[in-house]
């Protein structure tokens, strides 16, 4: 790893990997720190048996490290909660942007969001709470433009 890169974008799930690709395909309309690394966690890309990587180890080598979240899923919900558990964690380092459940999913999945939202907040970790209900309200007739407004607004919220 070169040891000049600042900032960690860590995706967790399905959200965490889509908002990193829409993010790497537009970044020339975002204003970004200029070293960054990204780094994606979700049953894609690391089976859910797989065991985690030592977070504590990783986030020492960063400044910053901005972690985009959707809560209720039960892989970026567990990997957000073995986050929160680390020792020593320098909370000024970290931004967490999380997007709730739409409200058509499980109970399980509500429940399981407002759970790990509330660690999040007793960790006081800076952090963007979104709700999916905003995309179903803008998709009138495009799907697409919906998600991606979404996560402009999201990337856009955070102080670089």
Aim: glycine share 6%.
């Amino acid at each position: 790893m070169d040891a000049t890169v600042q900032t960690l974008l860590l995706g967790l799930g399905g959200f965490g990997k889509n908002i990193l690709e829409y993010l790497q395909n537009n970044k020339d309309i975002f204003v970004l720190p200029n070293d960054y690394h990204t780094l994606v966690f979700c049953n894609d890309t690391q089976p859910e048996q797989e065991v985690l990587p030592d977070f504590g180890t990783l986030f020492e080598k960063y400044e910053r490290i901005v972690i985009f979240a959707g809560i209720g899923g039960r892989y970026s919900s567990r990997t957000l909660e073995t986050i929160l558990k680390q020792k020593n964690l320098k909370i000024e380092k970290f931004y967490i942007a999380v997007v709730s459940p739409f409200s058509f999913e499980k109970k399980t999945n509500q429940r399981r969001a407002r759970l790990i939202l509330s660690k999040i907040i007793a960790s006081k970790i800076g952090c963007g709470i979104f709700a999916n209900s905003e995309v179903l309200n803008r998709m009138n007739s495009d799907v697409n433009k919906a998600f991606e407004d979404f996560h402009k607004k999201i990337i856009e919220s955070i102080a670089w």
